[in-house]
């Protein structure tokens, strides 16, 4: 069915009897029911729109729209925008009348008419991408001599008798509201005063009355009208109704299922010994179930016809017969559920068509009578006590999915006699619309990248979606594909992924493979990892505030059900537990959430899924929805790792046995795509968590080789310092100080002129930024590291302590303070009140305790600087400073443990005996 049939932008001539339709438009003067408008009145208003002037008159079974704009040429845009006048009509139905197009320039009027212009017809077809054909005729009249500073105006009209009807008509007119400003703006609707026309208001239209003119009843409303109230965008679809006048020869529900009932009767319409017989037949053969059989028949109409919306010869409301559309192999939603309807009548199967609206069902409520307050048809079947929705339009339906109800409030059903607009009851489905299948293998170790394994099926119109995926074979492609579904799903980076479509189930699989790096939260000897479950993120929070808001209840969406099922193989600790909510099974928030965790050794399990269907929460309920939905919320669960291994606990024997399974998965990726550079960059990532640093700076040069990027150079220039060749690192950081040049780049260049025996110049090139602010102090602090290295430490001290009358207390100056005690021996002295007050200010972090445990250790307070080191290596265990200084106290005590220490702290920083060296530091042999 065509979008909103009630009144269509047209109108016509039937002022003294029914204009004969064509495909030529009429030329006329206005109607004389149409009162002129004051012209000069509206043009000193001052408004860009001048006039917006419209006439409804429903008589003798035609909708006559008179439509009068005058429009101020304000700008070239607006110039480009009226260039070209279109008029568009329905010739299966009524005419177009032209009656004026004028410029008006400096109090003078030109007839554009008059002066020869005319219109081209074209035949448009306006929502053929849509598959959508409605017979509409334009009429494209270009506006010839148009300038800046003219008003045009054009008033035409349009005449509609639809054949569906039977005299009978249907009108509305949206109402445009304030902040509009018109120079003059009228809605006028009117018919015989004997004529039984109901007609109604809707949507804060405001209370109009109706009153009786030269025989004719009328109701006329000035324009613009007051602004709405603006409502919340999670209310119910009737509170979201524009402000529309509506009228029609309709006083009930009833009546529209009436008249539409007789074109929708299917006696009569199947050839015994015709193709649509034989498919019912076999359809009979294959089961004797009146459920099973009905979803055979809808599959039948979904996946053998195709859509295509005909509104030609009068098709907006009037149906293709089954025999025709099963020849044609195309129909609309009306062709369609007229196949289906004569399908399941042959196979026994109680069955009727129902109207429904796509776009708001919920607005049927409120509206007046009307075959246009719908825009679309389905068929409505009783199988064993169990009403089902079927929609011939849609996709991939099979005998569980055909258990969910469509996301309808309202449906009107036509049946002889007719029928009053019928609630659409709702009920949990049986089948999920997606179930999302997850391996997660952080086996490797809580800082160690880890793989996942996904599986997402998919039923319905979901699973229909796959089918075209399914037939692609470009490897690329289907990653895309895959990226762009799972993004909200499972983050990470895709390395593989495939599709399948089952016709016979209507089921549509995604598999995939990826990898993920950070998967656990760190603190202390603790590592945690939240799982991602139906409640996680999920709000429940309508915004009921304003005084106009709080008796308006929330409309909960779907229908949609989504099940989970996830399995964590996890890496070896002390222990593993699951906190949180374990089991969940109920309704909160009008959502049905549940889920069910199980742990065994080092295997977690979740089921988790949630389902919604199209309700209210009354105003008074939501208050205590959201109460809920907070507690549901502080349960979700998280895996918690006690005293977990940590990578630098791994020799690299260990570790390359751990990081072994990503090799194929690397290899997998990098065929991917031979030209995107991100491939490469993301495997020499891998290898540096390998500690591979030959191979990451492999495919770092692969990645260069693609595409010059200054991150990727930064990325090698550190992998070079890992493996000891500081002239080629070097070289690296200047080609990402080239193209970048900001402070990250600068850093990372005079770290290594730092390395070339060049702190001089590493020092006047951090003195070049210039920089401002927090850049400034990370400026001071980095220059201070270096200072020693060219021995301008007290230099460094005294830039210290200026920065620090600017901003006194700064921890992270006083910190920089400390850590030049400590390493270049400067102002011990002075250094125990700048450590300790970094300390204070710095909340005891693990860094700062560090800075001040090398402090303790030069001013030969051993114990000191041990309890610091301890409990940094408490507060974060992976700080190789802290390790390596402690390892070196170790072995000074004679305690052998120290080279444990030592070895963990070079697995972190490779570089770390030349850096301590610098400062005149090294372990005891």
Same mark, same amino acid.
């Given at each position: 069915?065509?979008?909103?049939?009630?009144?269509?932008?047209?109108?016509?001539?039937?002022?003294?009897?029914?204009?004969?339709?064509?495909?030529?438009?009429?030329?006329?003067?206005?109607?004389?029911?149409?009162?002129?408008?004051?012209?000069?009145?509206?043009?000193?208003?001052?408004?860009?729109?001048?006039?917006?002037?419209?006439?409804?008159?429903?008589?003798?079974?035609?909708?006559?729209?008179?439509?009068?704009?005058?429009?101020?040429?304000?700008?070239?845009?607006?110039?480009?925008?009226?260039?070209?006048?279109?008029?568009?009509?329905?010739?299966?139905?009524?005419?177009?009348?032209?009656?004026?197009?004028?410029?008006?320039?400096?109090?003078?009027?030109?007839?554009?008419?008059?002066?020869?212009?005319?219109?081209?017809?074209?035949?448009?077809?306006?929502?053929?991408?849509?598959?959508?054909?409605?017979?509409?005729?334009?009429?494209?009249?270009?506006?010839?001599?148009?300038?800046?500073?003219?008003?045009?105006?054009?008033?035409?009209?349009?005449?509609?008798?639809?054949?569906?009807?039977?005299?009978?008509?249907?009108?509305?007119?949206?109402?445009?509201?304030?902040?509009?400003?018109?120079?003059?703006?009228?809605?006028?609707?009117?018919?015989?005063?004997?004529?039984?026309?109901?007609?109604?208001?809707?949507?804060?239209?405001?209370?109009?009355?109706?009153?009786?003119?030269?025989?004719?009843?009328?109701?006329?409303?000035?324009?613009?009208?007051?602004?709405?109230?603006?409502?919340?965008?999670?209310?119910?679809?009737?509170?979201?109704?524009?402000?529309?006048?509506?009228?029609?020869?309709?006083?009930?529900?009833?009546?529209?299922?009436?008249?539409?009932?007789?074109?929708?009767?299917?006696?009569?319409?199947?050839?015994?010994?015709?193709?649509?017989?034989?498919?019912?037949?076999?359809?009979?053969?294959?089961?004797?179930?009146?459920?099973?059989?009905?979803?055979?028949?809808?599959?039948?109409?979904?996946?053998?016809?195709?859509?295509?919306?005909?509104?030609?010869?009068?098709?907006?409301?009037?149906?293709?017969?089954?025999?025709?559309?099963?020849?044609?192999?195309?129909?609309?939603?009306?062709?369609?559920?007229?196949?289906?309807?004569?399908?399941?009548?042959?196979?026994?199967?109680?069955?009727?068509?129902?109207?429904?609206?796509?776009?708001?069902?919920?607005?049927?409520?409120?509206?007046?009578?009307?075959?246009?307050?719908?825009?679309?048809?389905?068929?409505?079947?009783?199988?064993?006590?169990?009403?089902?929705?079927?929609?011939?339009?849609?996709?991939?339906?099979?005998?569980?999915?055909?258990?969910?109800?469509?996301?309808?409030?309202? #449906? *009107?059903?036509?049946?002889?006699?007719?029928?009053? !607009? &019928?609630?659409?009851?709702?009920? %949990?489905?049986? =089948? $999920? +619309?997606?179930?999302?299948?997850?391996?997660?293998?952080?086996?490797?170790?809580?800082?160690?990248?880890?793989?996942?394994?996904?599986?997402?099926?998919?039923?319905?119109?979901?699973?229909?979606?796959?089918?075209?995926?399914?037939?692609?074979?470009?490897?690329?492609?289907?990653?895309?594909?895959?990226?762009?579904?799972?993004?909200?799903?499972?983050?990470?980076?895709?390395?593989?992924?495939?599709?399948?479509?089952?016709?016979?189930?209507?089921?549509?699989?995604?598999?995939?493979?990826?990898?993920?790096?950070?998967?656990? #939260? *760190?603190?202390?000897?603790?590592?945690?990892?939240? !799982? &991602?479950?139906?409640?996680?993120? %999920?709000?429940? =929070? $309508? +915004?009921?505030?304003?005084?106009?808001?709080?008796?308006?209840?929330?409309?909960?969406?779907?229908?949609?059900?989504?099940?989970?099922?996830?399995?964590?193989?996890?890496?070896?600790?002390?222990?593993?537990?699951?906190?949180?909510?374990?089991?969940?099974?109920?309704?909160?928030?009008?959502?049905?959430?549940?889920?069910?965790?199980?742990?065994?050794?080092?295997?977690?399990?979740?089921?988790?899924?949630?389902?919604?269907?199209?309700?209210?929460?009354?105003?008074?309920?939501?208050?205590?929805?959201?109460?809920?939905?907070?507690? *549901?919320?502080?349960?979700?669960?998280?895996?918690?790792?006690?005293?977990?291994?940590?990578? %630098?606990?791994?020799?690299?024997?260990?570790?390359?046995?751990?990081?072994?399974?990503?090799?194929?998965?690397?290899?997998?990726?990098?065929?991917?795509?031979?030209?995107?550079?991100?491939?490469?960059?993301?495997?020499?990532?891998?290898?540096?968590?390998?500690?591979?640093?030959?191979?990451?700076?492999?495919?770092?040069?692969?990645?260069?080789?693609?595409?010059?990027?200054?991150?990727?150079?930064?990325?090698?220039?550190?992998?070079?310092?890992?493996?000891?060749?500081?002239?080629?690192?070097?070289?690296?950081?200047?080609?990402?100080?080239?193209?970048?040049?900001?402070?990250?780049?600068?850093?990372?260049?005079?770290?290594?002129?730092?390395?070339?025996?060049?702190?001089?110049?590493?020092?006047?090139?951090?003195?070049?930024?210039?920089?401002?602010?927090?850049?400034?102090?990370?400026?001071?602090?980095?220059?201070?590291?270096?200072?020693?290295?060219?021995?301008?430490?007290?230099?460094?001290?005294?830039?210290?302590?200026?920065?620090?009358?600017?901003?006194?207390?700064?921890?992270?100056?006083?910190?920089?303070?400390?850590?030049?005690?400590?390493?270049?021996?400067?102002?011990?002295?002075?250094?125990?009140?700048?450590?300790?007050?970094?300390?204070?200010?710095?909340?005891?972090?693990?860094?700062?305790?560090?800075?001040?445990?090398?402090?303790?250790?030069?001013?030969?307070?051993?114990?000191?600087?041990?309890?610091?080191?301890?409990?940094?290596?408490?507060?974060?265990?992976?700080?190789?400073?802290?390790?390596?200084?402690?390892?070196?106290?170790?072995?000074?005590?004679?305690?052998?443990?120290?080279?444990?220490?030592?070895?963990?702290?070079?697995?972190?920083?490779?570089?770390?005996?030349?850096?301590?060296?610098?400062?005149?530091?090294?372990?005891?042999?």
């Amino acid at each position: 069915m065509h979008k909103s049939i009630a009144v269509l932008p047209l109108i016509a001539i039937a002022w003294s009897a029914p204009a004969i339709a064509g495909e030529e438009p009429l030329y006329a003067d206005a109607p004389e029911w149409v009162e002129p408008v004051d012209t000069d009145a509206a043009i000193a208003a001052g408004h860009e729109v001048v006039i917006f002037d419209r006439h409804y008159r429903l008589e003798d079974g035609v909708v006559s729209q008179y439509t009068d704009i005058a429009y101020e040429m304000r700008s070239s845009q607006t110039l480009q925008r009226f260039g070209t006048l279109q008029f568009g009509w329905l010739p299966d139905k009524g005419d177009l009348i032209i009656h004026r197009v004028h410029i008006i320039r400096d109090g003078e009027v030109v007839d554009v008419i008059a002066g020869g212009a005319q219109p081209e017809i074209l035949r448009r077809e306006r929502r053929l991408e849509a598959q959508s054909l409605d017979g509409a005729l334009t009429a494209a009249l270009p506006v010839p001599g148009l300038q800046v500073g003219d008003i045009l105006r054009y008033s035409f009209s349009t005449t509609l008798s639809d054949q569906a009807l039977q005299n009978a008509m249907q009108a509305q007119a949206q109402l445009t509201p304030e902040p509009a400003q018109l120079g003059f703006g009228r809605v006028v609707f009117s018919w015989p005063e004997d004529a039984d026309i109901h007609w109604r208001a809707v949507g804060q239209a405001g209370e109009h009355q109706e009153v009786t003119r030269g025989g004719y009843d009328m109701v006329e409303i000035a324009l613009p009208i007051a602004e709405p109230e603006e409502m919340p965008t999670d209310a119910p679809g009737r509170y979201a109704v524009g402000p529309t006048l509506q009228a029609g020869t309709f006083a009930s529900w009833e009546d529209v299922s009436r008249l539409m009932a007789p074109h929708f009767a299917t006696e009569g319409t199947i050839d015994p010994n015709g193709p649509v017989a034989a498919e019912i037949a076999r359809i009979a053969a294959a089961t004797d179930d009146k459920t099973q059989q009905a979803a055979l028949a809808l599959q039948v109409v979904q996946d053998e016809i195709n859509y295509l919306m005909n509104g030609l010869d009068g098709g907006n409301y009037l149906p293709q017969m089954p025999e025709e559309t099963w020849e044609l192999r195309y129909g609309d939603c009306k062709a369609k559920s007229m196949l289906l309807l004569a399908m399941l009548r042959e196979l026994d199967i109680e069955a009727v068509a129902v109207l429904v609206d796509t776009n708001n069902s919920d607005a049927a409520a409120v509206f007046q009578p009307l075959p246009g307050a719908f825009n679309h048809m389905i068929v409505r079947a009783e199988i064993d006590g169990t009403t089902y929705y079927m929609d011939g339009t849609s996709a991939g339906t099979r005998v569980d999915t055909m258990y969910e109800v469509p996301d309808y409030i309202y #449906a *009107l059903p036509l049946v002889e006699g007719g029928a009053d !607009l &019928a609630r659409v009851e709702q009920r %949990w489905p049986i =089948a $999920p +619309d997606q179930i999302v299948r997850v391996t997660y293998d952080m086996s490797g170790g809580v800082d160690l990248p880890s793989l996942y394994d996904i599986e997402v099926e998919t039923r319905g119109v979901y699973a229909a979606q796959f089918r075209a995926q399914a037939a692609e074979t470009n490897p690329q492609a289907i990653i895309g594909n895959a990226h762009t579904y799972l993004t909200n799903i499972v983050d990470g980076i895709l390395v593989d992924a495939e599709y399948h479509y089952d016709e016979a189930t209507g089921v549509g699989t995604l598999r995939a493979r990826g990898l993920q790096l950070d998967r656990f #939260a *760190l603190d202390r000897d603790t590592a945690t990892h939240a !799982l &991602a479950t139906a409640t996680t993120n %999920w709000e429940f =929070a $309508p +915004d009921r505030a304003r005084r106009a808001w709080r008796d308006i209840p929330y409309a909960v969406g779907g229908p949609l059900t989504i099940a989970y099922e996830s399995t964590y193989l996890l890496p070896e600790g002390e222990s593993i537990a699951v906190n949180g909510t374990h089991d969940l099974d109920g309704v909160t928030a009008g959502t049905r959430f549940n889920r069910s965790i199980t742990v065994e050794g080092r295997r977690v399990h979740m089921e988790d899924g949630y389902s919604y269907i199209p309700t209210e929460i009354a105003a008074g309920d939501i208050a205590e929805g959201r109460a809920q939905m907070r507690q *549901l919320a502080s349960g979700d669960p998280q895996i918690v790792i006690t005293d977990p291994v940590r990578s %630098w606990e791994l020799d690299d024997a260990e570790l390359a046995r751990r990081m072994a399974s990503f090799e194929q998965p690397i290899d997998t990726m990098l065929t991917i795509d031979r030209d995107n550079a991100g491939y490469p960059l993301m495997a020499g990532v891998l290898w540096m968590y390998a500690r591979d640093h030959e191979r990451a700076l492999d495919f770092f040069d692969r990645s260069l080789e693609i595409e010059d990027n200054p991150q990727t150079h930064l990325l090698r220039a550190n992998v070079l310092t890992q493996l000891g060749r500081y002239h080629d690192a070097l070289a690296a950081a200047e080609i990402a100080h080239d193209q970048q040049g900001n402070l990250e780049s600068a850093s990372a260049l005079a770290q290594m002129l730092v390395e070339m025996d060049r702190a001089d110049d590493a020092l006047d090139l951090l003195d070049s930024l210039g920089l401002s602010g927090q850049d400034a102090n990370n400026v001071v602090t980095l220059w201070a590291d270096i200072s020693g290295h060219a021995g301008r430490q007290e230099e460094a001290w005294a830039r210290l302590s200026e920065a620090l009358m600017d901003r006194p207390g700064d921890g992270q100056l006083l910190n920089a303070q400390c850590w030049l005690a400590g390493t270049w021996e400067t102002n011990l002295d002075a250094a125990g009140e700048v450590c300790d007050e970094a300390v204070s200010a710095l909340n005891y972090s693990a860094s700062v305790l560090d800075s001040r445990a090398l402090m303790h250790y030069r001013a030969g307070n051993v114990d000191a600087a041990m309890a610091d080191l301890d409990a940094a290596l408490r507060k974060e265990p992976g700080i190789a400073a802290s390790m390596y200084l402690r390892g070196l106290i170790k072995l000074e005590q004679g305690d052998r443990s120290g080279a444990q220490d030592l070895e963990q702290a070079r697995r972190i920083a490779p570089t770390i005996d030349r850096q301590y060296g610098h400062w005149g530091l090294a372990p005891t042999s």
